[in-house]
């Protein structure tokens, strides 16, 4: 019989595994039950969803079989099985695997990030086997088939016997190497604790003949003699670690369990066990990365938990269980209430299914609190990483979620020099202080440093400095805090003057507005006014604002797509009326126009410095500098 090429991305990721040198070959075992307890699960669902099906989940299981003298580990279920056309359709394209995703130029990238990251499937196989056999049945059939490969150079299909429905799967072990001992698959020692290590919670018994002694009772000697015997043991525990009490489960296995399923190598920040009963009665176990996964704030990332029914899976992502704004937590939900043939679209609409999306909104919600109080180092880690995604929740919906989310975002403080919460700001705010003020950049140190915060670090007021560009967005959506309003340190009034000061600088106004009003019709239309102010300490000028749009909201819409002419800010020119550079001014004012315009022309471009915002023509300013030091 004609041999059949694997399709191309199959033969890759074969040729990967024959010559892998991936250290981790053991984990091909967890493939290939991974792969039966699948086809247990689907054969289970139709069994519960379909009539006169005649099986029941008690009599499903695994088998792993050790043939020392063939060097063959064989693993069975008697679960789905699969007709020629499927397997044909599984077995010779990966393509297929819903675990990978091979189109983004695998070449480039190392071989053991790929095997690392993600369930390799039954491929894997060929790490530690050169010859596999599957001999299948579909549930349902009366036609077996035999798939065989060695490899790389193809494979064939063949019909066979085999008794009764579900899968073999025979792998022959690889001769031993210098550095690789494949005879150590051969052990029941190695294949229990593998099996122990990475299958434990597979919910179908994975049997295992076990060699046993037993003493045998001589009555005319006394010497005890014992003989041997085969036992068949289940292997894993079965109980999913979810199903199981808490006493019952360490965090290591809770660590251990998602890492394993994630993909994570890191433990994660936080780890929430969930065991509701009432209308809707449901266990959940949910984990939240400590790092933020790869892709995780575009459109590919998939939010959503595992759905089960009693212990049966139904759906793998479900992201009706999980608000958009904590989707970044990931997990399981069995509830035993789901009713098990309800379709998928159902599903969408189910009643029971938003209860517990409330429910474990409400849990999540109260165990990052608990967080924040408790640890407040290790909150901070889990919001550099998901803190935009919080921020993102404020200003979604048109602010339906702004409360239960405001108590969870941090800025850093001017006073504390730390992440607080906006709860401490105005916990924490002076006699006095009416506003919660804030700074908005492209750095703390940048924020810092701007001329503008000084009257206010003076008075020792504390100034929330925010560096994301949704931040402003999510003050608007906010509004105020415990009955305080935000103000940015830009606005014309930042409420600290004394009646004095405010009439003494609009009486300086007055005085000088004609060299004012000059100087604004010089800047060609760039700022809507050059005034005088209170709000600059040792710097000679600053950039501010009038009206709604701020300068980081201008910045902001510049860089989305599309055209957005109306969103420009109203930028005003600051100077400071004690700075030496503002006599100057006057001066030149006196004796000639023109350069008093340059001057002006010069403090424009170092304010639009000190904002960090680029100045349109470098050249042109320092040649102004130069012309008129
Ligand atoms: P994945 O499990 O990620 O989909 P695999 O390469 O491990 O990819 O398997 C490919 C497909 O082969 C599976 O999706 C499944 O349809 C089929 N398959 C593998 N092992 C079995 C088995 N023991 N019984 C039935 N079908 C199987």
Same mark, same amino acid.
């Given at each position: 019989m004609a041999k059949k090429q694997f399709k191309a991305e199959s033969k890759k990721l074969l040729d990967m595994m024959i010559n892998s040198i991936y250290t981790h070959k053991e984990i091909f075992l967890r493939e290939i039950i991974s792969n039966s307890s699948d086809a247990l699960d689907k054969l289970c669902y139709k069994a519960l969803t379909e009539d006169g099906v005649g099986v029941s989940r008690e009599d499903l299981y695994i088998k792993v079989t050790i043939d020392k003298e063939n060097r063959i580990v064989k693993v069975s279920d008697n679960g789905i099985g699969m007709t020629e056309e499927e397997l044909e359709k599984n077995l010779g394209? +990966?393509? =297929? !695997?819903? !675990?990978?995703? &091979?189109?983004?130029?695998? #070449?480039?990238?190392e071989e053991i990030d790929i095997i690392g990251q &993600?369930?390799?499937? &039954?491929? !894997?196989a060929f790490m530690v086997a050169d010859k596999v056999t599957v001999i299948t049945k579909a549930f349902g059939s009366d036609k077996a088939y035999c798939w065989e490969s060695n490899g790389a150079d193809g494979y064939t299909i063949t019909e066979t016997g085999k008794e009764g429905y579900g899968t073999d799967i025979y792998m022959k072990l690889k001769e031993d190497g210098e550095d690789e =001992?494949?005879? %150590?698959?051969? #052990?029941v020692y190695m294949l229990r604790g593998l099996i122990k290590k990475y299958s434990d919670y597979i919910r179908y018994p994975i049997k295992m003949d076990i060699e046993k002694s037993r003493k045998v009772e001589k009555p005319d000697s006394d010497k005890p003699e014992y003989e041997k015997y085969i036992e068949e043991e289940t +292997? @894993? !525990?079965?109980?999913?670690l979810w199903q199981r009490g808490k006493d019952e489960v360490t965090e290591e296995d809770l660590n251990n369990f998602y890492k394993e399923k994630y993909f994570d190598t890191k433990d994660p920040a936080l780890t929430i066990r969930a065991d509701v009963e009432g209308a809707f009665s449901y266990k959940a176990l949910l984990f939240i990365p400590e790092n933020t996964p790869m892709g995780y704030y575009t459109k590919e990332y998939q939010k959503g938990l595992e759905l089960y029914s009693s212990g049966v899976m139904i759906m793998d992502s479900c992201e009706d269980l999980i608000p958009e704004h904590f989707r970044f937590v990931k997990g399981v939900v069995d509830s035993q209430d789901l009713s098990l043939n309800i379709s998928r679209e159902m599903l969408q609409h189910n009643r029971q299914l938003t209860a517990i999306k409330n429910n474990i909104e409400k849990k999540v919600k109260q165990e990052l609190k608990k967080l924040l109080n408790n640890d407040p180092e290790r909150y901070e880690k889990f919001y550099q990483s998901f803190g935009l995604q919080l921020k993102y929740g404020i200003v979604a919906d048109y602010g339906a979620h702004r409360e239960l989310l405001k108590d969870l975002i941090l800025y850093y403080t001017s006073n504390e020099k730390k992440m607080i919460t906006l709860e401490r700001y105005v916990e924490t705010m002076p006699e006095g202080q009416e506003y919660i003020y804030y700074a908005c950049g492209e750095s703390v140190s940048k924020i810092d440093n701007l001329p503008q915060t000084e009257p206010l670090k003076d008075k020792g007021y504390s100034i929330l400095y925010m560096t994301d560009e949704v931040d402003e967005f999510v003050i608007n959506m906010l509004g105020e805090i415990d009955g305080k309003k935000f103000k940015s340190i @830009?606005?014309? %009034?930042?409420? +600290? #003057?004394t009646e004095e000061e405010k009439s003494d600088i609009e009486a300086k106004q007055e005085e000088n507005q004609v060299m004012l009003d000059y100087l604004r019709d010089c800047l060609d239309g760039k700022v809507t006014a050059v005034r005088l102010s209170n709000k600059l300490k040792s710097h000679p000028v600053c950039l501010t604002t009038d009206g709604e749009v701020s300068l980081e909201m201008e910045k902001y819409f510049a860089t989305i797509p599309g055209d957005h002419p109306d969103i420009k800010a109203q930028r005003v020119l600051e100077i400071n009326p004690t700075h030496k550079a503002f006599y100057m001014l006057q001066d030149t004012w006196q004796l000639d126009k023109d350069r008093c315009a340059k001057l002006g022309k010069l403090l424009y471009n170092q304010a639009l410095l000190i904002a960090d915002i680029s100045i349109e023509n470098p050249a042109e300013y320092t040649d102004l500098f130069w012309e008129l030091i």
């Open positions: 394209t +990966i393509a =297929r !695997s819903g !675990s990978l995703n &091979f189109k983004n130029d695998m #070449e480039k990238k &993600f369930g390799v499937g &039954f491929y !894997s =001992r494949y005879s %150590d698959y051969l #052990e +292997i @894993n !525990s079965m109980v999913p @830009n606005d014309k %009034d930042l409420g +600290i #003057e």
